[in-house]
């Protein structure tokens, strides 16, 4: 184990410590769907709402709080993606609509025939935005994966890749089967071939340091709310893409980035959480990242502490996991898509899809009728396909419900996962 102390983390989140009608705890294994948040980021928001509250760019206290808070959230999600610059991070409500815009947007530069690569293992919000653009010509191609361990078929990207292609579009990791994709190798690949890439970093972001310099894309989405923040989208674009694009726009709002890209007026209060969130990060990092530090060379300050604080979250997080593991592989009948090898826990998040009973039939319990299980014992879970449509197609259970998604969070314990593996015991 870490030097990790989750009792020390859970006092930060207020909503851990409910119950549900009767007195019974509530546990959190929703994390994919959607995080607690520490109190740091509910005083933001209502010192915001408080304080602050105003619309933008007026020679008044509380619009300049205003100006004030957006460019500090500009700067946060900057050093959290580690981005070269404040005016490459565009907020939006939520990753889906900002990946709508930018594909739009993209699409007035392409022709009919142009391709875009999408693939099976991407949530939705993936897909869809591009799939879209079936409609005025350009083709869509699927990057495949291997069903056995759940991850993408790389040996099969450079047939897909040509002088058509004009746009990889890839998850950092899948929220349904939490495989981590080698995003480097890819954008390297893509770039080779004279394409972009777009990462979905939705459910990557939670559960490692992301550094858009080093992963080499072109652009990045991410969501504020699955990591401990509130309902907010970003997106990270580079600099002369975001200048150079047409996106939709109203002919006053600003004509550079970021500005040009954030239509209507912000969620600001969501900004002011925004940027708690982040620090909240940086705060792991400084209380338990040190060890992790040697790793970031040139990094300092918050950059170097949101490093070394989400290799803290995934350290503790890994060791949960293969608790959550070990308990699986005991219980008869249990089944863990994607990579279960012990050696290869960095290869994922701590999101497991599962099914429970006889695997010959692809479960016995239905995993809508064991998510409304642990609902009743209070805890919070998803089934189906969450989204990640193709992945659940792809693997096969979805007339049977699809899967029983248990997300492990940096605020969840031991005991809550030996709870958790007990209930699945007596019904296993
Ligand atoms: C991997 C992944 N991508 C995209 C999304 C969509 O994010 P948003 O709700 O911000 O549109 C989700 C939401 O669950 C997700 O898990």
């Given at each position: 184990?870490?030097?990790?102390?989750?009792?020390?983390?859970?006092?930060?989140?207020?909503a851990?410590?409910?119950?549900?009608?009767?007195g019974?705890?509530?546990i959190?294994?929703d994390?994919?769907?959607?995080?607690?948040?520490?109190d740091?980021?509910?005083?933001?928001?209502s010192?915001?709402?408080?304080r602050r509250?105003?619309?933008?760019?007026?020679?008044?206290?509380?619009?300049?709080?205003?100006d004030?808070?957006?460019?500090a959230?500009?700067?946060?999600?900057?050093?959290?993606?580690?981005?070269?610059?404040?005016d490459e991070?565009?907020?939006?409500?939520?990753?889906?609509?900002?990946?709508?815009?930018?594909s739009?947007a993209l699409?007035?530069?392409?022709q009919?025939?142009d391709?875009?690569?999408?693939?099976r293992?991407d949530?939705?919000a993936?897909i869809?935005?591009?799939?879209a653009?079936?409609?005025?010509?350009i083709?869509?191609?699927?990057l495949d994966?291997?069903?056995?361990?759940c991850?993408?078929?790389?040996?099969?990207?450079?047939?897909?890749?040509?002088k058509?292609?004009?746009?990889l579009a890839?998850?950092?990791?899948?929220?349904?089967v939490g495989?981590i994709?080698?995003?480097?190798?890819?954008?390297?690949?893509?770039?080779?071939a004279?394409a972009?890439?777009?990462?979905?970093?939705?459910?990557?972001?939670?559960?490692a340091a992301?550094?858009?310099?080093?992963?080499?894309?072109?652009?990045?989405a991410c969501s504020?709310?699955?990591?401990?923040g509130?309902?907010?989208?970003?997106?990270?674009?580079?600099?002369d893409?975001?200048?150079?694009?047409?996106?939709?726009?109203?002919?006053?709002?600003?004509?550079?980035?970021?500005?040009?890209w954030?239509t209507g007026?912000?969620n600001h209060?969501?900004?002011a959480?925004a940027v708690a969130?982040?620090?909240y990060?940086a705060?792991?990092?400084?209380?338990?990242?040190?060890?992790?530090?040697?790793?970031?060379?040139g990094?300092?300050?918050?950059?170097?502490?949101?490093?070394?604080?989400?290799d803290?979250?995934?350290?503790?997080?890994r060791?949960?996991?293969?608790?959550?593991?070990?308990g699986?592989?005991?219980?008869?009948g249990?089944r863990?898509y994607g990579?279960?090898?012990?050696?290869?826990?960095?290869?994922?998040?701590?999101?497991?899809?599962?099914?429970?009973?006889?695997?010959g039939?692809?479960?016995?319990?239905h995993?809508?009728d064991?998510c409304?299980?642990?609902?009743?014992?209070g805890?919070?879970s998803?089934?189906?396909?969450?989204?990640?449509?193709?992945?659940?197609?792809?693997?096969?259970p979805?007339?049977e419900?699809?899967?029983?998604?248990?997300?492990?969070?940096?605020?969840?314990?031991?005991?809550?996962?030996?709870?958790?593996?007990?209930?699945?015991?007596?019904?296993?």
């Amino acid at each position: 184990m870490t030097t990790f102390d989750p009792a020390a983390i859970r006092h930060h989140f207020p909503a851990l410590a409910q119950t549900d009608d009767h007195g019974q705890p509530l546990i959190f294994f929703d994390g994919p769907g959607g995080t607690q948040v520490p109190d740091a980021v509910i005083a933001a928001m209502s010192d915001y709402l408080t304080r602050r509250n105003a619309n933008t760019h007026a020679p008044f206290t509380t619009s300049q709080r205003s100006d004030a808070t957006l460019s500090a959230a500009h700067h946060a999600l900057a050093d959290l993606l580690n981005a070269p610059s404040p005016d490459e991070i565009v907020f939006g409500p939520n990753m889906t609509t900002l990946t709508f815009a930018l594909s739009r947007a993209l699409a007035r530069t392409w022709q009919p025939g142009d391709e875009v690569i999408v693939t099976r293992l991407d949530h939705d919000a993936n897909i869809a935005p591009w799939l879209a653009l079936a409609e005025q010509g350009i083709v869509i191609r699927w990057l495949d994966f291997d069903p056995a361990d759940c991850t993408l078929r790389l040996d099969q990207l450079a047939d897909l890749l040509n002088k058509r292609t004009r746009l990889l579009a890839v998850g950092g990791a899948s929220n349904a089967v939490g495989t981590i994709n080698p995003l480097a190798e890819m954008a390297r690949q893509a770039h080779e071939a004279g394409a972009l890439m777009f990462v979905d970093a939705v459910h990557l972001a939670p559960h490692a340091a992301i550094d858009v310099q080093a992963i080499g894309c072109d652009f990045l989405a991410c969501s504020v709310y699955k990591f401990y923040g509130p309902h907010v989208g970003a997106l990270w674009g580079r600099y002369d893409l975001l200048d150079r694009l047409p996106a939709y726009k109203v002919r006053p709002s600003d004509p550079q980035p970021p500005g040009k890209w954030m239509t209507g007026t912000q969620n600001h209060e969501g900004l002011a959480g925004a940027v708690a969130a982040v620090d909240y990060l940086a705060g792991v990092g400084e209380t338990y990242g040190t060890a992790f530090a040697a790793a970031f060379p040139g990094f300092a300050g918050r950059r170097l502490h949101l490093k070394t604080g989400l290799d803290a979250i995934a350290a503790f997080e890994r060791d949960l996991f293969t608790q959550l593991l070990d308990g699986l592989d005991a219980i008869p009948g249990a089944r863990v898509y994607g990579i279960t090898d012990r050696q290869r826990l960095a290869e994922r998040t701590p999101t497991a899809a599962i099914r429970l009973g006889d695997a010959g039939s692809g479960g016995r319990w239905h995993p809508l009728d064991l998510c409304a299980r642990l609902g009743r014992h209070g805890i919070a879970s998803y089934a189906g396909h969450m989204y990640a449509l193709a992945v659940i197609e792809r693997l096969g259970p979805l007339e049977e419900g699809g899967v029983l998604r248990i997300g492990l969070s940096h605020y969840n314990t031991a005991a809550e996962v030996d709870t958790l593996l007990n209930l699945f015991e007596d019904l296993g």
